[in-house]
């Protein structure tokens, strides 16, 4: 069993649509949530950082903790076409800058005009 | 700020023959530096964290002698792929840490290897 696991899509709305990407976890240890946007052929580029349960806001972008079920989620509200992409999560354990992240797989979404 | 480059941005190799990868901070001094690997379609995966003036620090199952890492600099790390072979074909990421946090990785580009 993988240590996150994330729907790799690919996942297709119409602009405007409210995105919904999820990843579980199985590690309890687990306590530093980001999520990445990567397009492709490009690094990850960060686009939230959370360690409490419960929600934070970013703009159209809210990223969701629920640690007693180990899911996480970002919402993306009025989406983009510039928004398509892949999206990572990625955890760790630590809040040191050398701890070891581990990713998901990967969403791949895709906003149609 | 936080800009990370790498070089080249892709490379196609013959099998046997070696390959350097340079990572570098541009605006920022760097004491650690990650290197991964993505293969198509999969999650990023942790080859080796390496800090600068010491040996790096591979993952199980990374090869550090096929895998070389030479963090030389607070702005410039390098991963030399050794003897390379199709396999070793894939996606190589680096990114640089420039604070204390979690969240403080900042990621490269990638390069892109194929190996004839």
């Known amino acids: 069993q993988k240590e996150v696991e994330q729907d790799p899509g690919p996942l297709s709305v119409p602009e405007g649509a409210i995105v919904s990407l999820n990843c579980t976890y199985s590690?309890?240890?687990?306590?530093?949530f980001m999520w990445y946007r990567q397009y492709s052929r490009k690094g990850p580029e960060l686009l939230m950082y959370?360690?409490?349960?419960g929600n934070k806001e970013d703009g159209r972008f809210t990223a969701q903790v629920d640690k007693s079920s180990k899911y996480i989620s970002l919402f993306i509200r009025d989406s983009q076409p510039s928004d398509s992409a892949t999206y990572l999560c990625?955890?760790?354990?630590?809040?040191?800058?050398?701890?070891?992240?581990?990713f998901g797989q990967g969403t791949t979404l895709q906003v149609k005009p | 700020g936080a800009v990370v480059s790498q070089h080249p941005s892709w490379v196609i190799c013959k099998s046997g023959t070696s390959v350097k990868i340079e990572c570098r901070s541009l605006?920022?001094?760097?004491?650690?530096m990650f290197w991964y690997r993505q293969f198509p379609k999969q999650s990023l995966m942790l080859m080796a964290t390496?800090?600068?003036?010491?040996?790096?620090?591979?993952e199980q199952g990374v090869e550090k002698d096929k895998f070389l890492i030479n963090h030389a600099s607070l702005t410039l790390s390098t991963l030399t792929v050794t003897s390379a072979h199709p396999e070793d074909s894939s996606f190589y990421i680096c990114?640089?840490?420039?604070?204390?946090?979690?969240?403080?990785?900042?990621f490269g580009p990638g390069t892109r290897l194929t190996v004839l």
């Open positions: 590690n309890s240890a687990f306590q530093y």
């Open positions: 959370t360690y409490s349960s």
């Open positions: 990114s640089a840490t420039s604070g204390t946090g979690a969240d403080t990785q900042y």
């Open positions: 990625a955890m760790t354990r630590t809040s040191s800058n050398t701890g070891k992240l581990i």
């Open positions: 390496s800090n600068e003036g010491s040996k790096a620090t591979y």
């Open positions: 605006d920022f001094q760097a004491t650690t």
